[in-house]
């Protein structure tokens, strides 16, 4: 047999669909509460959108593409714009065109809805992972690779053992240098709310603003038990920060004037530091290139996954 029904995702689907997805991303395995927190109520979750393929009276394959239904920030609709943030087919129904079907249905679907571009997976806020990970899901790049989509980055996922983590010498050093130079790494205070939060609108992704603001709100307004920010200034002036979720870092980030001056490094390893102080004996992110990876090696990172992002045109196909 080839080929399969392909439809929209419908209410009583949830348990054959994360099936599916643990069985064809194994690396990536997800548990129903997660999946109706990031995929059935995300505003943008269209059940359209979220293509199956049946066969032989079940489940067999899905594709969850998104577009904006509501606007992000400043960055509006983006109505150019579709993700493709998870997809697979079950091990045992691989080859036999499913996938190609349901990446058909997916690519019509998104240029009914005017898109131009679809990619897989820079989707924010609600991705899973960054891009397909080129060790774990091979046939998979090769897969889009042969459906018209080409690569754009490769990022990286790194990871850091706590356990017995000090500063480096040479940051504490460069730490006490930029001291005496006027600059201040401590912990936020509310009053810092605002300036911290324009601080990242002006210099980073809104998305960075988000989670900022995201930790903000359990530091100060709930639970303040798993999450932490510093704030570096200078002169009174915000000139970077660094924040951490659990065993999660990150994002962090200096004023593009004061990069080459290693602010970075410092709120790398306090922030590090205080982990460690709360018993967390790891330190993880998902998301960072090449040049910001050696930055990270200094209080030992190192990299356990790498991805690749893809994009695909859609103005052909309509």
């Known amino acids: 047999m080839t080929g399969a029904y392909v439809r929209g995702y419908a ?37 359209a959108s979220c293509l199956v393929a049946e066969a032989d009276a079940a489940i067999r394959g899905f594709v969850l593409a998104l577009g904006r239904r509501v606007p992000f920030f400043n960055q509006g609709l983006q109505p ?13 129904w691989q080859r036999r065109k499913i ?13 009914e809805q005017g898109r131009t571009t679809v990619s897989v997976s820079p989707y924010v806020p609600n991705y899973f992972i960054p891009g397909v990970d ?33 500063v ?28 911290v939060l324009e601080f990242v609108r002006q210099h980073f992704s809104w998305d960075w603003y988000r989670e900022a603001a995201e930790i903000f709100g359990d530091l100060f307004v709930g639970d303040p038990r798993q999450v932490n920010l510093l704030v570096a200034t200078q002169s009174g002036d915000v000139v970077g920060y660094a924040q951490h979720r ?8 200096v004023s593009p004037a004061l990069r080459s001056r290693g602010i970075g490094r410092v709120l790398l390893a306090r922030t590090l530091v205080e982990m460690l ?3 967390y004996h790891a330190a993880w992110f998902l998301w960072t290139g090449d ?26 196909d309509r």
């Open 80 to 92: 150019d714009e579709g993700w493709i943030t998870a997809f697979g087919v079950h091990p045992d």
């Open 11 to 47: 209410a009583a689907d949830e348990a054959d669909v994360v099936g599916v997805w643990n069985a064809a991303m194994a690396s990536d395995p997800i548990a129903p509460a997660v999946f109706r927190r990031k995929v059935l109520l995300d505003p943008n979750f269209d059940p």
């Open 246 to 253: 659990a065993e999660r870092f990150g994002p962090f980030g």
């Open 277 to 279: 102080k709360r018993g």
């Open 134 to 166: 080129v060790g774990a899901y091979a046939p998979a790049l090769a897969f889009l690779q042969r459906h018209a989509f080409i690569e754009v980055s490769r990022p990286l996922s790194m990871r850091a053992e706590l356990t017995g983590f000090r």
């Open 168 to 195: 480096p010498e040479s940051i504490a050093q460069l730490a006490g240098r930029l001291a005496s130079e006027g600059l201040d790494v401590r912990p936020a205070e509310p009053a810092d709310i605002v300036p």
């Open 99 to 111: 996938g190609s079907q349901l990446l058909a249905a997916t690519v019509q679907r998104l240029c």
């Open 291 to 316: 040049n910001a990876a050696r930055l990270y090696a200094q209080c030992g990172f190192r990299e356990v996954r790498r991805f690749a992002v893809m994009r695909r045109s859609l103005r052909t």
